[in-house]
């Protein structure tokens, strides 16, 4: 399970590249993502998300920090169909009203968070 951890903390911070080395080509990422069936698979990849950090939290190096974002990224999944698409549209239109520094600043926030979900998960390292 801590090696599927690994997994998204490196695309979490691939994406964060992308945003911000190129942030037009992460927010055409969000196209499919904008329909009914988007949102719902969003829903149920953010909760699957959510339930691999639970799953992790007990023998990492943040337990308390890994079941918190857990328990947020679940509520968030199960909060986005909910959220609907027309409101998503005009989320991310507004995110993209706000200027490519904007996007920049959010790729470097997921840089950060899935850089840490790695370092959070991958043991430390024993002398020899």
Do not use: K, N
Request: glycine share 12%; proline share 6%.
């Amino acid at each position: 399970m801590s090696s599927l951890a690994v997994v998204v903390g490196l695309v979490i911070s691939a994406l964060g590249v992308l945003g911000v080395l190129a942030p037009g080509a992460l927010i055409s990422l969000t196209a499919p993502w904008l329909t009914p069936t988007g949102l719902w698979l969003a829903g149920a990849l953010r909760v699957g998300i959510g339930v691999v950090l639970l799953r992790v939290a007990p023998a990492s190096r943040h337990p308390a920090v890994l079941r918190v974002l857990g328990v947020i990224v679940i509520v968030a999944g199960l909060a986005t169909p909910l959220f609907g698409v027309e409101r998503a549209r005009m989320v991310v239109a507004w995110s993209v009203a706000q200027g490519s520094g904007f996007i920049r600043l959010w790729g470097l926030i997921a840089l950060a968070l899935g850089g840490y979900i790695v370092y959070a998960v991958v043991p430390p390292r024993r002398a020899a």
